[in-house]
């Protein structure tokens, strides 16, 4: 009996999107070899960020990295460590307490994952409009000797925001960091350095969406300096950040993910997904379906193909809920009538097993035909 009769666990395949709801992704081979491979012994937990951290930074090309326990806990450490700098009384005064506080964000790129710098105890102050970016001159005025740093979200509000290399010139101007959340851009790979080369602080990834990494680990990647304070204010300290805590066990794993994932040739990965988009856009015109395309564009503007179909019959809604049905998420979306197919997390036979799913969901469409399978 495996856990899932043991625990009576539903499986699920995830052809929509790396959510933490549905898990986010599986790990590779190499993570769940590393993770099981360190459980085994006791460590010097410092030792061990330490170690991972520069094996990291050298694989990703950064001058330092910390190995977080997920993007939102990667958020919160460095609020913490814009906050304290090199302060114990800073740092021990948080989150309620202490002279600099504010984080200053586009109001534009407000959204739910900017709690987890107020979670450390900083003060979000926001600039521009909701769909508009501040002026230069607006954004360096909220800077004042109360400002910890700049927050930048790389896809949320993009479309009304000051450029990165804009609000990096005029924060550091100012002498103040800025933390730039990029925890769904990948792939490409590059973009793990990407925007440090542009001269951000911080950037923040998820361990657990494209990197295959522990679902419970994340990256920190940037300046030294800004580093070495994640790796002093972060757990095992105690303290604000102690619920950041990341397991040997994770940090083991992510390293091992990082490894993989830049090892990986990006041509023949696109190949793998342009292959599965494919067979997806042969299987729903055979389902009936006759505007069919693919965008080669993830959901938050990830470098990777999707295939994009609008249901000819009912909804998407209701042929989504139908795919849950059988076990399979794929995406929706309401306003054009659309599913949504999304290779990344697919394997060869999870990518037949979604096209058997959807044969079996438009059943009576035009083309259906089960011998043609
Ligand atoms: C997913 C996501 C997070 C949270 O990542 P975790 O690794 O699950 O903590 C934070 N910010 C953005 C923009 C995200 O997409």
Redesign the pocket.
Known sequence: MDIFEELGIRRYINAQDTF?KYGGSCMREESLRAMAEIAGSMVDLAQVQEKAGDAVAELTHNEGAYLSN????GLMLCAAACMALDSEEAYHALPEGGERREIILQRAQHNP?DKSLAAAGAKLVFTGEESAPPTEAELADAITEKTAAVAY?I??GRDGSLPLERVLQIAHGCGVPVIV?A??QNPPMENLWRFTETGADMVIF????ALRGPQDA?LILGRREWIARCRRWGPPADGVCRCCKTSREAMAGLYAAVKACLAQDADTEWRRLSSACSIFEQTLRKCGFSRVWREEEGP?GQAFPRVFGEVPLGSASALSAKMRGEGVYIGSEERDNVIILNPLMLTPRQVKEVCDALFRCTAGGPHTNTMER
């Open positions: 933490t997920g993007a939102a806990g994952y979200f896809y949320h959340d925890a769904a998820s361990g657990g969406k994340g938050v």
